[in-house]
């Protein structure tokens, strides 16, 4: 997410935390830097000199804190500054209408039916009764995809074909969601390869009839300050009330959501970070400011978290690996609970410093073994996996084979395992004996 930029930022924080003194010399050559991993993510130019005239100014007047070296104090209002570009704090949904009625509109190919999808499962997991809409009657391919995703979801699509009327789809839409209590509409409406005036038309007959709380703006972020562009056309003719920046996992340079509020006065309330219908977040400047300057982001790592795991799950494991009991179908069930959290390589850049550490590390390597170490697990019986010490010669060899590595590896995942169980038998002892010694302590006190 935003590598580039986030890699050039970085190299110049090295020479700003370098500074001992603050001039406007030191801290104007310091900047330069930034400036151009600005100007090179394809931020909007005014936005970028305004930015770094206010990051100056106060760099300039900031009193230094004796305990924090100067140029780390200019990292800190670089940070702040950021935050504020990028829209100071999430802006929530507006679901005030019964039903909500919410419209997604932008160009052809920037994500708008995976983003309807995306959307309905998140507001679905808060606990509205949303309803997707297929409004876009040019594109039968968008139908269909919309139908494919409400299967996944289990969630109910409005499809008419062979209906060309956008405005009788949604008035039946209306009637349906009132008769089947859909308290949300997700319309997913049609697109253009390029802005013209019968698709702008079309979408505000559809936006007067339906009176939407949001309409929101689809853009790829991966377009860059030509995202910034399409976004001006559709706010001057719709009134949009936000965006959904899409493909913020590919290679994205930052452009769109570092002038997107600046230029168009509008927020980002939701970023798609990949292409499972999980991989959907709302926006929360702080958290990406943090990501871009390479600090993590550990409160949506937490989230994700609480998302993916069971907490009765967990405390159960936490008790069998005090007890020495861990299993290798328990280890299954870690890798498979960790897959849900993404890829590694996501995972360690929310991490403080995980960036730079990924620069150091083959996460690609860590990730096919992780892949090799499940797939190995999974050729085991039920028994096997419970009781690792049966397998004998023949039985290795039937797994090895099946799970397509040599008998050397799994004999190697399998020596490991052991050294992990044994590692947490003497853990588990060690915890008992300090809650022995605790007790016994606090009766002593108690007796005083």
């Known amino acids: 997410m935003f590598d580039s930029l986030s890699g050039k930022l970085q190299n110049a924080f090295r020479n700003l935390r370098g500074l001992g003194k603050i001039s406007e010399s030191n801290v104007g ?24 005239e206010r990051v100056k100014v106060k760099a300039l007047g900031a009193e230094v804190v004796a305990s924090v070296q100067p140029g780390q104090q200019i990292v800190k209002i670089i940070h702040d500054e950021l935050v504020d570009l990028l829209g100071s704090q999430n802006a929530a949904l507006n679901l005030s209408g019964n039903p909500a009625c919410l419209m997604l509109v932008g160009l052809h190919g920037a994500g708008k039916t995976t983003s309807a999808g995306k959307l309905a499962r998140l507001l679905h997991k808060q606990g509205r009764t949303p309803l997707l809409i297929a409004a876009d009657v040019y594109r039968p391919a968008a139908m269909d995809q919309l139908e494919t995703l409400g299967k996944q979801l289990g969630l109910p699509v409005f499809v008419r074909r ?55 703006l689809v853009l790829d972020a991966a377009t860059g300050q030509e995202a910034v562009n399409v976004a001006t056309h559709f706010d001057k003719a719709l009134q949009i009330t936000g965006a959904i920046l899409t493909k913020l996992d590919g290679d994205a340079r930052g452009g769109a959501a570092l002038s997107l509020k600046s230029v168009t006065g509008k927020p980002i309330k939701f970023a798609g970070v990949g292409e499972k219908l999980e991989e959907f977040e709302a926006f929360h400047p702080e958290r990406m400011a943090s990501r871009i300057l390479g600090m993590g982001d550990v409160v949506s790592l937490v989230e994700k978290a609480a ?60 990730e096919r073994e992780f892949k090799r170490m499940e ?19 023949k039985r290795r060899i039937r797994i090895a084979k099946g799970s397509g590595v040599t008998v050397t590896e799994l004999n190697n995942m ?28 606090m009766g002593m006190f108690g007796r005083g």
């Not at 310091?30 to 770094?52: G, H, I, S, T, Y």
């Not at 797939?375 to 085991?380: D, F, K, L, R």
């Open 29 to 52: 050559e310091a900047l330069r830097e930034v400036r151009l991993a600005l100007v090179e993510a394809d931020v909007n130019f005014k936005v970028a000199r305004d930015f770094l």
């Open 162 to 216: 062979g209906e060309t009327d956008v405005l009788k789809i949604a008035r039946e839409a209306l009637e349906f969601s009132r008769a089947n209590n859909r308290n949300t509409l997700i319309f997913d409406t049609a697109g253009r390869l390029q802005i013209d005036e019968p698709l702008v038309q079309e979408l505000v007959r559809l936006r007067d009839l339906v009176q939407p709380q949001e309409i929101l």
């Open 307 to 366: 998302e993916a795991v069971n907490l009765e799950d967990a405390q159960r494991m936490e008790d069998k690996m005090r007890r020495g009991e861990f299993t290798m179908e328990d280890f299954l069930e870690q890798l498979q609970a960790m897959k849900k959290l993404g890829s590694l390589e996501n995972i360690m850049k929310m991490l403080p410093g995980g960036a730079e550490a990924l620069k150091q590390t083959d996460i690609s390597k860590q």
């Open 375 to 393: 797939a190995m697990i999974c050729g085991m019986t039920h028994q096997e996996r419970r009781s690792p010490q049966i397998l004998n010669a």
């Open 414 to 441: 399998l020596n490991k395992f052991a050294q992990m169980q044994q590692m947490m038998k003497k853990m588990g002892k060690f915890q008992k004996m300090m809650g022995r010694m605790g007790g016994a302590g």
